[in-house]
């Protein structure tokens, strides 16, 4: 009504205080004689592009989805240790047996990512030793060949003693 003008400037002069009543779910908040409700107010939420959002009861979570090279290669890094955990489950290892492994990569990606993340590989699957090679070095025990994103690798692993 009469007083737009009014409410329009407290609003602008006053957003914190305003933004902290929405926030605490307050049912209004006085500022100069004026009581302020979520009515007079109009709040318009933009995620950038580059952003999802996801809400919960109590939660508002936004995640940046930009995939970066470093990110791609930690990616590549992570399903080669989880394809290494199944070819140990798939030969009955336990979490306390060691194993030499061994991986062919032509795919220069993926080997950056393998070159990348080496030690993480060998301490999450167990290996004593881990080699990157153009072609498996020797007979292994396990051996498989896998394909992540179109790029394949051979992997091979033999169990240590004792």
């Known amino acids: 009504g009469k007083e737009t003008q009014v409410v329009m400037h407290l609003v602008e002069k006053h957003q914190h205080a305003l933004v ?3 926030k605490s779910r307050q049912p209004h908040v006085v500022i100069d004689d004026k009581t302020l409700t979520p009515v007079h107010l109009n709040v318009t939420r933009i995620v950038p592009d580059k952003y999802q959002v996801g809400e919960g009861n109590a939660l508002r979570a936004y995640l940046d989805v930009l995939r970066t090279p470093e990110l791609e290669r930690e990616g590549f890094a992570r399903e080669v240790i989880r394809r ?11 979490k306390s047996d060691r194993i030499t492994v061994e991986i062919a990569a032509g795919d220069a990606t993926l080997r950056a990512a393998i070159e990348e993340h080496a030690q993480a590989i060998a301490d999450r699957c167990g290996a004593t030793r881990f080699a990157l090679a ?3 070095s020797q007979n292994f025990i396990m051996t498989n ?7 394949s690798f051979v992997v091979g692993f033999n169990v240590l003693d004792g």
């Open 84 to 94: 290494i955990q199944q070819l140990r489950k798939k030969a009955g290892l336990v």
């Open 145 to 151: 060949e896998e394909k992540i994103k179109g790029a």
């Open 134 to 136: 153009d072609t498996l």
């Open 20 to 22: 902290e009543m929405l």
